[in-house]
């Protein structure tokens, strides 16, 4: 077979490919460029910048810096082409005892983690006066407004105190005097009845409960965020509702712990009052005042009463067993030494008989579980559950109102007052939570059917710090 002869292309060099046509800089050079401040964590003054408590500062330019908490925050985001424009601006109010300040913070790519009360310090190089706009606070609340972009400006920058905060600093709210009222102050229920009306009014409320996030879209066309939450005093309830960035705040808020005193809010008053934040609303989270002590105070004492299912204290009963004094008491003896003594803790035996059970009822309602998570009670035929604000994974326990009243010679206990621990409900409903709520309908209508009017020996410790019975074991 003849040799096939080579064509002429071959005897040269292929020629190179075209490549995309290009100015020379790399992608990392162009958004250095466009992104000119450096990150937060590679940033280092340049300037003397003098620092001022925020009642000091004065209108002008001039390098300042300023520590306070964050009171109020709201989004203003903005649509622009332009790759070098600003998507946004976080207006946020920063205050401390002695003012508070309007920061502009101007955002291009940067999504800065903003939440109420937390600890912030800025450094700027001008300061004016606050515009005069629905969406700027009043000047008698912030007079001076500080805008800066951090991402475009090295001269001007924030820093989050995350990892940094006490918990001390800028506590005290402004205004306030030691030994002396806050200006302003009055009760929910003073509030309801017309004192809406006084200037700069203020209120402190606990929170009660936490409601679902929910989204919806704006008039602009924008998605926007909301949340109800409720809030109480020893006079009345009343209902905040928080929209946008402040929404993300809530997470860090727990029920019956978490005290608010509210500046100026916005209102609506129906069956109760409705509060919401306006632009010269100052929101402080666990201000340092002695009447947000005493209202946590009497949160906690409230929650111990209305909790649906607390859970079982440990180290309460740990000598319960084995302590060589073994008492019998009567439930009339339990009450009258709970109240002869308040602050003492005791221990003994009760012999008492279930007069009730409820465990069909509640296994047909999927409430054979329960348990509370940001203030709203939490029900399923499961022993996992997913809290429907936070999205967390709660651990059920069995739910107490399945016993209906408990009685004996001299007295009766109603239903959901006892705190059973795990052990004390095996051994009265024979199976572990996890067979419970395994078990078909057939199963548990002869459950009830076996422990009704069954009278059992109960091992009990009392604490004032608790408020309730609670069964480390049950014994036929």
């Not at 109020?72 to 946004?88: C, E, F, L, M, P």
């Not at 180290?315 to 302590?323: F, Q």
């Not at 009450?335 to 003994?348: I, K, L, V």
């Not at 009670?377 to 209906?404: F, H, T």
């Amino acid at each position: 077979m003849p040799l096939s002869t080579p064509s002429i292309q071959s005897y040269y060099s292929s020629s190179p490919s075209k490549s995309a046509a290009g100015d020379g800089f790399t992608a990392e050079e162009i958004a250095n460029a466009i992104n000119q401040a450096p990150p937060s964590a590679q940033w280092t003054p340049t300037e003397d910048y003098i620092d001022f408590d925020i009642g000091q500062l004065q209108p002008g330019p001039r390098f300042v810096t300023f520590m306070g908490r964050v009171v109020n925050i709201y989004d203003s985001v903005r649509n622009s082409k332009n790759q070098r424009a600003a998507k946004g601006c976080l207006k946020i109010l920063v205050g401390d005892d002695t003012g508070c300040i309007l920061v502009g913070l101007w955002y291009a790519s940067t999504e800065y983690q903003v939440h109420m009360g937390q600890l912030v310090t800025v450094y700027a190089f001008h300061l004016s006066h606050s515009q005069g706009s629905p969406l700027t606070p009043s000047a008698s609340c912030a007079p001076l407004y500080a805008s800066i972009f951090p991402e475009r400006e090295r001269k001007c920058h924030i820093m989050f105190h995350d990892n940094s905060d006490d918990g001390l600093m800028c506590k005290r709210p402004y205004g306030c005097k030691d030994s002396q009222v806050l200006p302003g102050l009055v009760t929910l229920k003073d509030f309801t009845n017309g004192a809406y009306d006084i200037e700069d009014c203020k209120v402190i409320a606990c929170i009660k409960s936490i409601g679902v996030r929910k989204r919806f879209t704006g008039k602009n066309g924008s998605p926007c965020e909301v949340v109800g939450l409720r809030l109480f005093d020893d006079t009345a309830e009343v209902s905040l509702t928080l929209y946008g960035a402040a929404c993300h705040s809530t997470s860090r808020w727990q029920p019956s712990q978490t005290v608010l005193l509210i500046s100026s809010p916005g209102w609506r008053i129906d069956s109760i009052a409705k509060l919401s934040m306006n632009a010269s609303t100052r929101l402080d989270i666990d201000p340092d005042l002695a009447d947000v002590n005493w209202l946590r105070c009497f949160a906690q004492r409230l929650m111990k009463k209305e909790h649906i299912n607390p859970t079982f204290p440990s180290g309460l009963c740990d000598d319960a067993e084995s302590s060589a004094l073994q008492i019998l008491f009567s439930l009339a003896d339990v009450d009258e030494w709970a109240r002869a003594n308040p602050t003492s803790t005791f221990t003994g035996w009760i012999s008492a008989l279930i007069t009730q059970l409820n465990i069909v009822t509640y296994f047909k309602r999927r409430m054979l579980m329960s348990t509370e998570c940001c203030g709203i009670p939490l029900y399923a035929n499961a022993i996992v559950a997913d809290c429907q604000q936070c999205k967390q994974s709660m651990n059920l326990r069995v739910n107490p109102k399945i016993l209906g009243p408990i009685i004996d010679e001299t007295g009766n206990l109603a239903s959901g007052k006892l705190i059973l621990s795990a052990d004390a409900w095996e051994q009265l409903l024979g199976r572990t939570a996890d067979q419970l709520v395994a078990m078909d309908l057939a199963g548990l209508t002869y459950l009830e059917h076996r422990l009704m009017f069954i009278r059992l020996s109960w091992g009990f410790a009392f604490s004032n710090d608790v408020g309730r019975l609670c069964v480390w074991t049950v014994r036929p």
